[in-house]
């Protein structure tokens, strides 16, 4: 337990996550990882979260629920469970369990002094949810942006998105209707990259700046300790094979095609170069679909395909639980950071990668502010793409750096001193911050 180190009043938040252990799912990181530390710094979590089963092909994480203390208060709400509208084609999270969770958040609301509301989840309608309670409770509230909520990527490149374009139509309407007021009644913004704060002054001139803070997710050394004696149930890499295993984990999706063809071409001038060499080499992608089984698309292999290395790809596009992906990063031989080709695009997978401390090639947009943050740094060998760049310049680079100069097998380091700021504790430390400020009113430049 974390020893409160302060002599202020604590303070109660209502963190409205309603992805949380023991469910697995990349938008519960941020209030998973505050929810240890928030006490030290003045406040009190409790947590706002749907019954696991509600949650569609979830993968369920039991050991994720001992990384935060036993005591911290978690309500569930329940709704309709898959089953009751997955037959007629419908399996919006929202549509089944938004009624049952604002229900439950008003309940705690009436009955509890709260005094502030944090939204961290990209289930975006719950922001919605800020402005009713706001103006019923009289609570101000703090939105997190851990992706765009409305997203104009797909459109302009002409680029079909997850979960198709009739999907997508659908979240953007409805998206373009609720943010402004969700928006507006906001006593603090943060996010994972600083382009979200110039797209929303873009999109709305009334829009200010100074609420607006950003606050990458951080990592927590103390899970690598749990990943490092941990052993999945059904390995989906022998590492123990005499291959060279170069592994990545997260979503990929058609926006990071320019990444991966970057690689992909590279590896395959080894492979003319160094034959015996090259095919030695397994590229690993894992859990790359957020959608269910049978659900789930791969988005590596197409690629793979079509540069004509399909043979030394794998992808598992099922999400798999927490700690087997980190297992799989501590015990590669080699880790892959692919972006996307949106610039605004901030992949928080960077900091496990980090922490798992082994040789990693980093390939974003020169942009991203990934590319910034591993400067910082100093980790990774760090390659970055802009438009109308030569790429076959660029992976000629990967060629030689990465493969026939060794780069692959040699590991840099990194900066433990600038780290400090992207562990859970930094982060949380910022966090706690801004919902000081929120509540004070005390608005300020980034």
């Known amino acids: 337990m974390i020893e409160a180190s302060h002599t202020k009043p604590m303070r109660k938040v209502l963190i409205v996550s309603p992805h949380f252990p023991p469910v697995n799912a990349p938008d519960m990181q941020r209030t998973r990882l505050a929810v240890p530390y928030l006490r030290s710094y003045g406040w009190e979590p409790v947590v706002l979260a749907l019954e696991a089963e509600m949650v569609e092909g979830a993968v369920i994480e039991p050991i994720l629920e001992d990384t935060y203390p036993d005591d911290i208060q978690i309500i569930r709400a329940g709704g309709w469970h898959p089953s009751a509208t997955r037959w007629a084609g419908i399996g919006s999270l ?200 049978p659900l789930g698309r791969e988005w590596a292999m197409p690629v793979a395909r079509k540069v004509g290395v399909a043979e030394f790809v794998h992808e598992e596009c099922y999400r798999v639980p927490y700690f087997d992906a980190l297992y799989y990063l501590v015990n590669a031989n080699a880790l892959v950071g692919v972006g996307s080709n949106d610039p605004t695009y901030s992949a928080s997978k960077i900091y496990p990668y980090v922490l798992a401390e082994r040789p990693m090639i980093l390939v974003f947009n020169h942009k991203s502010p990934i590319i910034r943050i591993a400067h910082e740094l100093e980790c990774g060998v760090r390659y970055s793409f802009g438009e109308g760049d030569d790429s076959g310049a660029l992976s000629a680079r990967i060629t030689e750096e990465w493969f026939l100069q060794g780069g692959m097998s040699t590991y840099l380091g990194f900066d433990r001193a600038a780290f400090g700021s992207y562990t859970a504790e930094g982060m949380t430390r910022s966090l706690a911050a801004c919902f000081d400020h929120a509540v004070a009113g005390d608005k300020r430049t980034p």
Request: proline share 7%; net charge positive.
């Open 94 to 293: 929202w549509f089944r369990c938004g009624s049952a969770f604002r229900r439950a958040g008003e309940k705690l609301l009436s009955s509890e002094q709260f005094d502030l509301v944090f939204f961290s989840t990209t289930q975006f309608q719950a922001f919605a949810l800020g402005p009713r309670w706001k103006a019923q409770f009289g609570v101000p509230y703090v939105l997190d942006y851990q992706d765009p909520w409305v997203n104009d990527y797909y459109t302009e490149h002409h680029t079909r998105p997850p979960g198709g374009w009739i999907k997508y139509a659908l979240s953007q309407w409805i998206a373009k209707r609720i943010e402004p007021e969700a928006l507006a009644g906001s006593s603090g913004v943060v996010a994972v990259s600083g382009a979200y704060g110039a797209t929303l002054s873009e999109r709305y001139p009334w829009y200010k700046r100074d609420n607006f803070e950003v606050i990458p997710f951080g990592a927590a050394g103390p899970d690598f300790i749990t990943a490092r004696k941990h052993l999945p149930k059904f390995p989906l890499i022998d590492f123990k094979d005499g291959l060279i295993h170069h592994v990545y984990t997260g979503r990929c999706g058609p926006d990071m095609s320019t990444s991966l063809a970057l690689i992909f071409t590279a590896f395959k001038k080894f492979l003319e170069v160094r034959p015996d060499e090259a095919k030695r080499i397994r590229f690993h992608f894992i859990g790359t679909d957020y959608a269910p089984r």
